[in-house]
């Protein structure tokens, strides 16, 4: 592998990686018991579990794991917005504390 070849390849492994997501710190409460905890930079919980996270921008992300999607919006004062699609289609807003 040349060096262009490589550079090339470590750049996009590292835009790749969920560990440089720019996620707030966030704990949500959704309808259903469903628990959301991101950590700074993430990982993403949902109910204590790590879930598997798609970083779609720097403003928006998706949460998998257990049978629900917990959708994560950012907003430009950098505050976050949860919402959540679960099982059989349920859906809704989550409660930021």
Do not use: Q, R, W
Not at 33 to 51: R, T
Request: overall charge negative; hydrophobic content about 40%.
């Amino acid at each position: 592998m040349t060096k262009m070849h490589f550079s090339v390849a470590a750049a996009a492994l590292f835009a790749a990686s969920p560990a440089f997501a720019k996620i707030p710190l966030v704990n949500a409460t959704c309808p259903g018991n469903i628990e959301v905890h991101a950590d700074e930079g993430g990982p993403v919980y949902i109910n204590g579990k790590e879930a598997k996270l798609h970083v779609f921008n720097d403003s928006y992300y998706e949460a998998k794991g257990h049978g629900v999607t917990v959708s994560l919006s950012i907003n430009p004062d950098g505050s976050a917005a949860v919402s959540y699609t679960g099982h059989g289609g349920a859906n809704g807003v989550c409660t930021v504390k």
